[in-house]
């Protein structure tokens, strides 16, 4: 069991900027994936993008490529999610993941993923 508690969201205009934080506790995946996942109104949630903690490796999701970038903390097993150049079609609510993972793309399919975040809203004004 992981829990995960986010943080970073707000309100801003659009080609600002937000930085959002998941820290990670208690009994962690041997081999775990963490990102994040949103769900505007109306919509499905969709991925946004993960890291591999064994590896590295990241997935983005083509919507958010050249503007998000996702980052680790191993000392504070939490993940950083620096999200510029922010667009109003980036609005929706940012659920952390974790998911214990072989390959990167596994992430992607939010049937996979093993906890969730409490969610933080982002909202981006025209």
């Known amino acids: 069991q992981v829990q995960l508690v986010e943080s970073g969201g707000g309100l801003v205009q659009a080609g600002d900027s937000l930085r959002l934080s998941c820290a990670a506790s208690?009994?962690?995946?041997?081999?775990?994936?963490m990102g994040w996942f949103r769900q505007a109104p109306g919509k499905e949630r969709e991925f946004v993008v993960a890291?591999?903690?064994?590896?590295?490796?990241?997935a983005y999701a083509d919507s958010v490529k050249g503007r998000f970038t996702i980052s680790r903390d191993n000392a504070k097993n939490t993940v950083y999610l620096q999200m510029n150049s922010l667009k109003p079609e980036d609005t929706a609510v940012y659920y952390c993941?974790?998911?214990?993972?072989?390959?990167?793309?596994?992430?992607?399919?939010?049937?996979?993923?093993?906890?969730w975040g409490q969610g933080t809203q982002v909202t981006v004004s025209s």
């Open positions: 993941a974790a998911a214990q993972i072989f390959i990167i793309a596994s992430m992607r399919d939010p049937r996979n993923i093993r906890s």
């Open positions: 890291v591999s903690w064994s590896d590295g490796t990241t």
């Open positions: 208690g009994r962690t995946f041997r081999w775990l994936g």
